[in-house]
């Protein structure tokens, strides 16, 4: 019966599509979207094919967090929890997975060849914001080893928090306002002013960070006078 149902699945696919579904690990799956993207048969095959992408990538999200898991168990009982763990490779894969995520759920909800919207992915959408702390672990896994890959990582914790897909659950997001605080400091070490500006209005908001992220502001303004006028506002800011 299974067999039966897989093939029914591909049957109607297109054959960019079907390699695509039956690629065995993320690095094939993502080569051949980004070299058929365009034959892709409509949105609803776009879905498909990021969806195959996250699910691929997930694979060796789970892997790695299972091992973490079980060296965590082990550890509690008083044994050794020695089995290594690909890190790099866990958080590489995160940021894959989040990614083909988000556009999983973007062509889900757009026209289908019909012209009707049918998303058949709903549940992705819980399924991907859940993931979104790892970007936060995966960070700091970067941060003092890689520091445009960790900037990388809390900037896109931030900029998530806007996404379309997730705006029902800013409320709840308990951490959004820390993390952009060192999103904000990331940004203006890189001169990436306009998100250094969108970032700290967030850090502003944490309690503890207030009066930090307040001087952030002022620098971020700071760093980018050009003219005598620039000079007057930013005094009257201060």
Do not use: W
């Not at 690990?25 to 979207?33: I, P």
């Not at 819980?126 to 790892?134: F, G, I």
């Not at 944490?206 to 006078?225: D, H, V, Y």
């Amino acid at each position: 019966m299974m067999l039966i149902g897989t093939s029914a699945a591909f049957a109607g696919d297109s054959e960019p599509l079907k390699a695509i579904m039956k690629a065995q690990n993320y690095a094939e799956a993502a080569n051949l979207l980004q070299s058929t993207l365009d034959q892709l048969a409509g949105n609803d095959e776009k879905a498909k094919a990021y969806n195959r992408l996250y699910e691929l990538a997930m694979k060796k999200v789970n892997y790695e967090q299972g091992i973490q898991l079980e060296n965590e168990t082990q550890k509690q009982m008083g044994k050794e929890g020695n089995r290594p763990v690909d890190e790099k490779g866990l958080y590489m894969a995160a940021g894959a997975a989040f990614d083909s995520g988000i556009e999983a759920i973007k062509y889900d909800n757009l026209p289908n060849q019909k012209g009707k919207v049918k998303p058949k992915f709903s549940g992705l959408v819980e399924q991907v914001y859940k993931h979104r702390p790892t970007l936060i672990n995966a960070g700091i896994y970067f941060q003092g080893k890689d520091e445009k890959m960790a900037y990388k990582y809390l900037a896109e914790y931030v900029e998530s928090a806007d996404y379309p897909e997730f705006i029902k659950f800013k409320e709840q997001d308990q951490n959004l306002t820390e993390i952009a605080y060192f999103a904000t400091i990331y940004a203006y070490q890189n001169n990436d002013f306009a998100k250094a500006e969108k970032y700290v209005e967030y850090a502003l908001k944490n309690q503890e960070r207030a009066k930090e992220a307040q001087n952030l502001k002022l620098a971020i303004i700071g760093s980018q006078l050009k003219s005598r006028q620039d000079s007057i506002a930013y005094a009257e800011k201060l």
